[in-house]
Nanobody, 124 residues
Framework: QEQLVESGGGSVQAGGSLRLSCVASGGTDSVNYMGWFRQAPGKERDFVATIAWNTVNKYLTDSVVDRFTISRDNAKNTMYLQMNSLKPEDTGIYYC?????????????????WGQGTQVTVSS
């Protein structure tokens, strides 16, 4: 049974930083891509960032590309999202997700396993 557990969320002031982690268990030997999504209250779940199995190929949405960094450590079955210069519009529940295969995943349907989410709140 695949499982993803996020941690690292919290409340910060604008301009602050947080580092999210996502630990995977079960089925971790298979090639996969991983990603981060966020969901603000009353809104849909939006793509934030994705990283391929090779840890090199990455893609981040335009609104965060200059502020966030995505990385993964396959030996530790862990993915990270370093978030700097946080803005109030970054507020939401952040979900990590995993999908099978090579490449990258930019859309919700591409992912087969989801974490429970971690809350990020940025105050102005």
């Amino acid at each position: 049974q695949e499982q993803l557990v996020e941690s690292g969320g919290g409340s910060v002031q604008a301009g602050g930083s947080l580092r999210l982690s996502c630990v995977a268990s079960g089925g971790t030997d298979s090639v996969n891509y991983m990603g981060w999504f966020r969901q603000a209250p009353g809104k849909e779940r939006d793509f934030v960032a994705t990283i391929a199995w090779n840890t090199v190929n990455k893609y981040l949405t335009d609104s965060v590309v200059d502020r966030f960094t995505i990385s993964r450590d396959n030996a530790k079955n862990t993915m990270y999202l370093q978030m700097n210069s946080l803005k109030p519009e970054d507020t939401g529940i952040y979900y990590c997700a995993r999908g099978p295969g090579y490449g990258l995943g930019l859309t919700v349907p591409q992912y087969t396993t989801w974490g429970q989410g971690t809350q990020v709140t940025v105050s102005s």
